[in-house]
């Protein structure tokens, strides 16, 4: 079993930053891909950034040039930097682990960005 904890979420203006974490723990050795995903109001869960182990990234077309997930395997935790934060942004982010084919999540944090 991994357990996926995240932190970091709040209410932010505007033009805002904030860093995301989540950290993996239980069995965590071996996570391969970890990243996030979000749920706006009334919006369906929609991908915002992977990266795998050996640090290759995705980001969805909607957050490049503003969001930077980055990962630190000794502690088992991934990171999401998201600058210039808009409106849009608002959402709950979920991380996700995936360890043999089997994919772990949080029980998310949410974000919210004023206008």
């Known amino acids: 079993q991994v357990q996926l904890v995240e932190s970091g979420g709040g209410l932010v203006q505007a033009g805002g930053s904030l860093r995301l974490s989540c950290a993996a723990s239980g069995s965590a050795v071996s996570i391969n891909a970890m990243g996030w995903y979000r749920q706006g109001p009334g919006k369906v869960r929609e991908l915002v950034a992977t990266?795998?182990?050996?640090?290759?990234?995705i980001y969805a077309d909607f957050v490049k040039g503003r969001f930077t997930i980055s990962r630190d395997n000794a502690k088992s935790t991934v990171y999401l930097q998201m600058n210039s934060l808009n409106p849009e942004d608002t959402a709950v982010y979920y991380c996700?682990?995936?360890?043999?084919?089997?994919?772990?999540w949080g029980q998310g944090t949410q974000v919210t960005v004023s206008s």
């Open positions: 996700f682990g995936v360890r043999f084919g089997i994919t772990y």
């Open positions: 990266i795998s182990s050996g640090g290759t990234t």
